[in-house]
């Protein structure tokens, strides 16, 4: 079954480290892309990293140099390593699993609720 599971949010003082993991179905773990997304009150949803099926990241200028997109083939998971949390970080974030090459699907979790407090 298709399926994306994320885990780690949670209250989170300023400056912390928490790291949010993201338990992907077999079949779709190697898709094309994978990623984090947030989304915070009143915002649009937005892209915070993306990881290649070949290990290629990208990431938005918001988060780059403290955040780190990684994954674990064996375990069919994805993590995101958030560092230095600023109350801007605070938002829901979703794992999304996005294949365009061949079959095109995107598919999202249900997300997890980070909030960084002072």
């Known amino acids: 079954q298709v399926q994306l599971v994320e885990s780690g949010g949670g209250l989170v003082q300023a400056g912390g480290s928490p790291r949010l993991s993201c338990a992907a179905s077999?079949?779709?773990?190697?898709?094309?892309?994978m990623g984090w997304y947030r989304q915070a009150p009143g915002r649009q949803r937005e892209l915070v990293a993306t990881?290649?099926?070949?290990?290629?990241?990208n990431y938005a200028d918001s988060v780059k140099g403290r955040f780190t997109i990684s994954r674990d083939n064996a375990k069919n998971t994805v993590f995101l390593q958030m560092n230095s949390l600023n109350p801007e970080d605070t938002a829901v974030y979703y794992c999304?699993?996005?294949?365009?090459?061949?079959?095109?699907?995107?598919?999202w979790g249900q997300g997890t609720q980070v909030t960084v407090s002072s």
């Open positions: 077999r079949s779709i773990f190697s898709s094309n892309l």
């Open positions: 990881i290649t099926s070949g290990g290629s990241t």
């Open positions: 999304n699993a996005r294949n365009y090459v061949g079959v095109r699907y995107d598919y």
